[in-house]
Structure formats: structure tokens, C-alpha cells
């Protein structure tokens, strides 16, 4: 089953800036991650994931034939939420709207930083203290199924989500 490409602008994805937790413990971030599963499942989407916090791997799966080739791509886009503050579909997008694609700055590593969706802030008290980040199809995909595995999670903490 392919799925239909999304297109996103910046608005329509801003709303992750503003996801906030109160804690996120490792068993948080595996229950994250074994939803995360479920929907690259569901969805029969060949991509790896992965779920860092403080800067430590909590949660890793490659599904389909994702491999060593997807962990650039992981690291990456989570450089650029780290980096920039908000969702790696948001830094691409906010680039695009001015003008200049993010890969045609010249002040940037651009085999550190990916800005390509995919990755998503995890953030508590103002913070982000870490990252959900996907790779593997196009990235309007990997985004489209982070922001799905984010928001079953923050239902099932917040059934009135």
C-alpha cells in the first residue's frame, strides 16, 4: 500500500512547538516507540525509528529494510531539532517560505544537520530533552507518521487530547 504524499506549510505543523509533557521517563519514550511501530505498521511504511532523550538512545526499531543507511538521516534531522528548537519539518518549511532552502546555507554542517521531516521536539518545562525522529520513506511521510505516533501517545496519557 503506497501512501499519498502530504503537503504541509509551516502552520499546519507549528502545533508541535507547543506539545508539552510534564515528565517524559524512558518507559515514556518506549511506550512512544512501540506506538511509533504500531503506526509504521499499520500504515505498511519501511522506516526506522528512533527516541533519544537526554541524549541517550531509548528507543530504537528499524522496520522493512531500514538499515545502518537510515542512522545519518535519524542523527540529523534530531541535530536540527536540537539545534533550531522545533520540528524538522518546521526548520525545512520555515527555509522554503523565505527563499532559501536550508540546503544552500553555507553556515551549516549539512552532514550533521538534516533539515528534513521526520523529527520531533520532545519537550518538558520549556525544554526539549529530546527527539522522535523517523526515517526511511519521503519525508512528508516520516513526518506525517511521527507527528500520528506522537499524537496516539499524547491521547493515551490525555484521553481529551
Not at 499499520?42 to 526506522?48: M, R, S, V
Not at 528499524?62 to 533550531?84: M, R, Y
Not at 520549556?126 to 511521527?146: F, K, V, Y
Amino acid at each position: 500500500m503506497s501512501r499519498p504524499l502530504p503537503h504541509y506549510s509551516v502552520p499546519d505543523v507549528e502545533y508541535l512547538n507547543e506539545i508539552e509533557f510534564d515528565t517524559i521517563t524512558n518507559d515514556d519514550a518506549v511506550a512512544l516507540g512501540l506506538i511509533a511501530v504500531q503506526v509504521i505498521q499499520e500504515w505498511d511504511l519501511n522506516l526506522a525509528v528512533e527516541i533519544v532523550l537526554h541524549g541517550d538512545v531509548v528507543f530504537k526499531a528499524k522496520l522493512k529494510s531500514t538499515n545502518a543507511d537510515n542512522d545519518p538521516w535519524l542523527a540529523g534531522k534530531a541535530a536540527v531539532v536540537n539545534h533550531f528548537g522545533e520540528a524538522s519539518l518546521v526548520v525545512k518549511l520555515r527555509h522554503l517560505a523565505t527563499g532559501t532552502p536550508f540546503e544552500d546555507r553555507t553556515d551549516v554542517d549539512h552532514d550533521r544537520y538534516k533539515a528534513h521531516g521526520g523529527s520531533i521536539p520532545l519537550w518538558v518545562d520549556g525544554a526539549i530533552i529530546g527527539t522522535m525522529t523517523m526515517s526511511g520513506e519521503p519525508d512528508a511521510i516520516d513526518h506525517e507518521a511521527a507527528a500520528e505516533a506522537l499524537a496516539r501517545f499524547v491521547s493515551s496519557r490525555n484521553p481529551s487530547f
